[in-house]
Structure formats: structure tokens, C-alpha cells
């Protein structure tokens, strides 16, 4: 089993015992009405920051993983290693166009961002490793491997949900763009779109020379053999 195989095991039983563990919890007791509007009057006094200091920090706090907005490259990434991934997939993929390009650094971009998904998680499970290295000391080794991993899991069960909805979604974009990008390519080799009759009016189909209809021959005139007498 692979370590991201045993990190899945480990979040799956991560889940089941924190389950458990919320249901042998005695249920709160209900909010008082007033409580309830001291809550709501406490909210009002927290509306994000006013001044343009406060608002540009907080519209940079993206950067902390740079899996989302415009920022892709984080302080500490190695801009020469971006660099040759995207000048390797120029060459690869060949654009040529201004939009073809943008989709190919778009593709480099988001496979930045897969990779970096898998860094953040691998180090997420380290850290809880040397948290917990004491504990369960009791345990036979190979339990006591799922059961850190459990723990670290318990511990940033949030961040490491984000990762994984982070995943999917870039997933996703990545298929669009490749998509896109074949699409362009493919009309820029001499092919068209056409409707298709039997489809929806936005659906199309891709034709090119190749598979497009034979030209039906000319008419020749008939031999003397063949013409009516």
C-alpha cells in the first residue's frame, strides 16, 4: 500500500472515531435568547478591515497556500523549475495563438498547483508524525503508524479537507482547458465545427477533411456501347 493509500486509510479511520466520539458526547444544552443576541451584536462588530491597509493584506491572504486567485507562484517556489515547465509545454503543446498560449499556461499553472497540493499534505502528515511521536508507544508498530496518522488527521482534519476540494476542483479546470485547448488546435489544422441535427443547438461536432464527405464524381458520357439504339 502506498503512503497516500495508508494517509486515506488512516483520515477514513480518522472519521469513524471522531464519529464515534460525537456521539458519546452529552448534547449541549440549548442557546439562551439572550445569548442569542448578544451573538448577533457581537457579529456586528467585526465586518472585516475598513482602512486600505487592512483590505489589501487581507486580499493577499490567498498567498498562504496560492492554490486559489491569480498568485500562483508562492516566495519560496523555484521560479527557474516553473520556467522550464512552462517553456517545456510550449514546446510540447506548440500554441499558435495569443488564446492557445494562455491555455497552455494555464495547464503549467494548474499542475503547479496539483503538485503543490501533495507537498502541503505530505508535510501536514511529517508534522503530525513529530507531534505525535511519543504516542501509543504501547502499540504494535504498524498500528501505531495508522493511529499518528489518525491523530494528525483529527488534528487538521480542516486543512486537509481543503486540500482535497482543492484537488477536485483543479482537477476539473485542468480537464476543461485541455479541452479547450485540443479544440482550438484542432480547428486550426483545417478543421470546423458543425451542428449536429440530432443535438441540442450548443451541441457540435468536429470535422475535418479527413472525415469529411467524398465529392461525387462527375457525370461521363456514355461509350457507344452503352448508349440506348
Do not use: C
Not at 2 to 26: D, I, M, V
Not at 81 to 96: D, F, I, T, W
Not at 155 to 165: A, C, G, H, S
Not at 205 to 213: G, I, L, R
Request: aromatic fraction near 4%.
Amino acid at each position: 500500500m502506498s503512503n497516500r493509500a495508508e494517509r486515506r486509510e488512516a483520515e477514513r479511520l480518522a472519521r469513524k472515531l471522531a464519529y464515534q466520539e460525537a456521539r458519546n458526547k452529552q448534547p449541549q444544552s440549548p442557546i439562551s435568547e439572550a445569548q442569542l443576541n448578544a451573538n448577533r451584536a457581537n457579529a456586528q462588530l467585526s465586518t472585516g478591515p475598513s482602512s486600505a491597509a487592512g483590505r489589501e493584506t487581507s486580499s493577499r491572504n490567498a498567498l498562504k497556500t496560492g492554490l486559489t486567485g491569480r498568485t500562483v507562484l508562492l516566495p519560496t517556489d523555484d521560479i527557474a523549475e516553473y520556467n522550464r515547465r512552462l517553456e517545456s509545454a510550449l514546446a510540447l503543446r506548440a500554441p499558435q495563438t495569443e488564446q492557445e498560449q494562455t491555455l497552455v499556461q494555464s495547464l503549467v499553472d494548474t499542475d503547479w498547483r496539483l503538485d503543490r497540493i501533495v507537498t502541503l499534505e505530505s508535510a501536514i502528515y511529517l508534522k503530525g508524525a513529530l507531534e505525535f511521536a511519543d504516542a501509543h508507544a504501547d502499540q504494535p508498530e504498524a498500528h501505531r503508524k495508522a493511529l499518528i496518522q489518525a491523530e494528525t488527521y483529527l488534528k487538521y482534519e480542516k486543512p486537509l479537507r481543503n486540500l482535497n476540494i482543492q484537488e477536485a476542483r483543479l482537477q476539473r479546470q485542468r480537464t476543461k482547458t485541455l479541452a479547450e485547448l485540443k479544440d482550438l488546435q484542432e480547428v486550426g489544422q483545417g478543421g470546423s465545427l458543425q451542428p449536429i441535427g440530432n443535438r441540442p443547438p450548443n451541441g457540435f461536432e468536429f470535422s475535418t477533411p479527413f472525415n469529411a464527405p467524398a465529392a461525387a464524381e462527375p457525370n461521363t458520357p456514355s461509350s457507344p456501347d452503352t448508349q440506348p439504339r
